[in-house]
Structures are given as structure tokens and as C-alpha cells.
């Protein structure tokens, strides 16, 4: 079982938080990998936030492929950070030779165009470098976002975090929305795509568990946008398919639950709104999903939202203390980070259940 977690915070705050809501509820195969998403950054981001990020790692032929790409697009480079590693011995991880985060401003002719057209060329961007580097398995980028980080390494968590230095709290790197997980991929082949958390356009995804619809899925998201590549993960199909509901039908967000588990015929022909969830369902019935799961998620908007599978076969938990609020697999992890929070207050969504946390940390919690 896959662990999980994200924290919403209104202080900014460094990925040693994260990695110690997850690190106790480690376990088996959760020692093969680290990975993080980090939106609203702070820190050495602070005045770049308007202007795309680019996270990847690759070789330094990588490096210059992308140096060519970028420029010859139009791109221009505005800032630059690099992690200061820690090669010290024996550290269980798998790091390629090099990690770029850059900051860039637009093309000039992209500069004055409406934000969708900018959306696509980042994504088209993104795409682009993607198979750029897979040609010569130079490297791989993960996303390229304005205000938003991704780091995603093979090996065990606390050494790749001792390796980064996300241990040292020195302000450099810092966020309010993190969404994480301490594991790799154990159903497939471990490679770096796989790892969850998973981006695109703005939607960060995680999931705990599986989807034994992977293949319905699959073959149906493949032909509904190009951004819906890769499938190294079953969890891929959630992140695919809250792009599309929201993204691009631009439903409102309690519909996803109704598309990914619809309720029972008998339950949905007694509701008022029974023939809108009956077209749901007729239209969108290649992305239900199924099997045990939990989701968490983080919206281009800076919402966070959590819910489950329609048996309730995997946990979660929500919890609060002062200005953050927390998702996790495991609640031992939540006691990690905030001890002295009230427990009483703790959320455990159910199966029917969608808990959505705002950018005041209010919880609303939407039953489907």
C-alpha cells in the first residue's frame, strides 16, 4: 500500500515538513523513492512567481538540448536555482548528474496572449522536452508551471532528502501547498514517471492504491487530450480524468467524484438530479475507476481535495493545528507534524465523501 500525504499551510513552509508527515509511515517498499510537488512558493522563487518553472533532471547532453530547445522557442532564461547536493557515501539513491530549475519568461509573442493560449504552450513545451530527452534517455521534466516545484527521485526517502539538503531549513526553499509520497511504483517498472505526485496544467495528483480500470481508462483518455500520455501508473487515469472534468468540460468539482464512482442505479434514480448523473454516467463510463484507493489533490487554484474509493478500502485522515491543515495515509503521520493539534477534530472521509480545503483552510466536506 502506497502512503500519501500534502499540507496546505497559510506560513510557507520547506519540504522537511513533508518528509516528516511521511517518513513514520513508512513500510516495505515506501523506502524506494521520494517525490514532491510544491505550489506557492516562497523563498528563492519569491519574485518569479508570473513566470513558468521548469523542473527536470537529465545529463549534462540533456542540459544542452534543452539550453538549444528553449532558446530556439523563444524562451529566455530569468533565474536559475541549483540544488547544492550532499555526495557523501552511502546514500541509497539513484541521482542523475544533473537538476534544473529554472525560471523563464515567455516568448515575446506569447507575452500579451490570453492565459488558455499560454497554457497550451507550456504544456506543448513541456511535451516536446519530454520526448527530446526520452530519445537518448537524457533525462526526464516533470512539469513547467509558473509557481510550481518538482522533485522526483529513486532510493530511500531520508537519504534522498540528505542528499537535496531538505533537511535544512534555511528558508531557501519553501511552499503553502506540498503534495507528496515516500514510495515508487511497485506494480510496474520503477522509473521516475511513475512516481506520483502526478502534474499537468496546473492539477497535482497522488494516489494510495490501485485501479483495476487501468486499461478502460486508458484506452479511453488517450484519445481525449494530448496531454494524456505515459500511463507508467494505474493512478495516472485520476489525474487524467480530473483534468478533464474540470479543465476541460469545466464542471464544478463535485462532479468528478459522481464520474470517477457513480453511485448505484437504485441510490441515483430516487435524486432530484437523477438524469444529470444518469449522462454522467452514460457519457464517461470508460473513467470509473475501481479498486482500493485514496486520491489527494491540489487544484491550479490552490484548492486541496481528498476522497476515496466507493468501498472505503484504503485510509486517510485530514487534521488542523493553527494556520495548516494536513491529509495523510496515517494518522501517526499527522502526529508527526502537529503533536498538540486536537485529534477530536480529526476528519476520516467516508466513501461517499469529498472533503475540499480552500485557501482560508476552510474543510468543506461534500457528500456525493
Known amino acids: 500500500m502506497c502512503r ?3 499540507i496546505k499551510s497559510k506560513t510557507p513552509v520547506p519540504p522537511s515538513v513533508a518528509l516528516n508527515l511521511m517518513l513514520p509511515q513508512q513500510e516495505g517498499h515506501d523506502n524506494s523513492g521520494f517525490a514532491m510537488v510544491m505550489q506557492d512558493l516562497e523563498g528563492v522563487f519569491s519574485h518569479y512567481k508570473d513566470k513558468p518553472l521548469l523542473s527536470l533532471a537529465c545529463t549534462p547532453q540533456g542540459v544542452q538540448l534543452v539550453n538549444d530547445f ?6 529566455v532564461q530569468v533565474a536559475q536555482w541549483v ?3 550532499d555526495k557523501k557515501p552511502g546514500l541509497k539513491i539513484e541521482a542523475m548528474p544533473r537538476y534544473v530549475f529554472r525560471n523563464y519568461d515567455y516568448p515575446e509573442i506569447y507575452r500579451y496572449r490570453r492565459q488558455d493560449e499560454r497554457e497550451d504552450l507550456l504544456l506543448d513545451t513541456r511535451l516536446e522536452l519530454r520526448a527530446l530527452l526520452e530519445k537518448d534517455n537524457n533525462g526526464f521534466v516533470y512539469s513547467f508551471w509558473p509557481d510550481v516545484l518538482t ?5 530511500d526517502p531520508a537519504d534522498i532528502a540528505t542528499y537535496f539538503r531538505l533537511w535544512n531549513d534555511d528558508g531557501r526553499l519553501t511552499a503553502r501547498n506540498i503534495v507528496t509520497q515516500c514510495r515508487q511504483n511497485t506494480n510496474y517498472a520503477i522509473v521516475r514517471y511513475a512516481a506520483h505526485p502526478f502534474f499537468l496544467q496546473g492539477y497535482t495528483l497522488c494516489a494510495n492504491g490501485e485501479n483495476t480500470f487501468f486499461t478502460k481508462n486508458k484506452e479511453f483518455q488517450k484519445a481525449l487530450h494530448r496531454g494524456y500520455i505515459g500511463f507508467e501508473s494505474d ?3 485520476f489525474l487524467y480524468t480530473l483534468h478533464y472534468v474540470l ?3 469545466e464542471w464544478p468539482i463535485r462532479y468528478y467524484k459522481h464520474v470517477i464512482t457513480p453511485l448505484p442505479f437504485v441510490e441515483a434514480e430516487q435524486r432530484a438530479d437523477s438524469k444529470v448523473l444518469g449522462l454522467i454516467r452514460e457519457s464517461l463510463a470508460h473513467l470509473e475507476i475501481n479498486g482500493p484507493n485514496t486520491i489527494i489533490a491540489l487544484l491550479p487554484d490552490g484548492r486541496m481535495m481528498t476522497c476515496c474509493d466507493s468501498k472505503k478500502l484504503r485510509p486517510v485522515v485530514v487534521g488542523r493545528y493553527k494556520d495548516m491543515v494536513a491529509i495523510a495515509s496515517e494518522v501517526c503521520g499527522l502526529n508527526a507534524i502537529m503533536p498538540d493539534r486536537n485529534v477530536a477534530e480529526d476528519i476520516y472521509p467516508h ?3 469529498m472533503l475540499v480545503i480552500d485557501n482560508d483552510l476552510a474543510v468543506e466536506r461534500w457528500n456525493q
Open 151 to 155: 522533485l522526483k527521485e529513486i532510493g
Open 70 to 75: 528553449m532558446e530556439e522557442k523563444g524562451f
Open 235 to 237: 493512478s495516472q487515469n
Open 247 to 249: 479543465h476541460e468540460l
Open 4 to 6: 500519501i500525504g500534502s
Open 351 to 353: 466513501e461517499r465523501e
Open 83 to 85: 540544488p547544492e547536493v
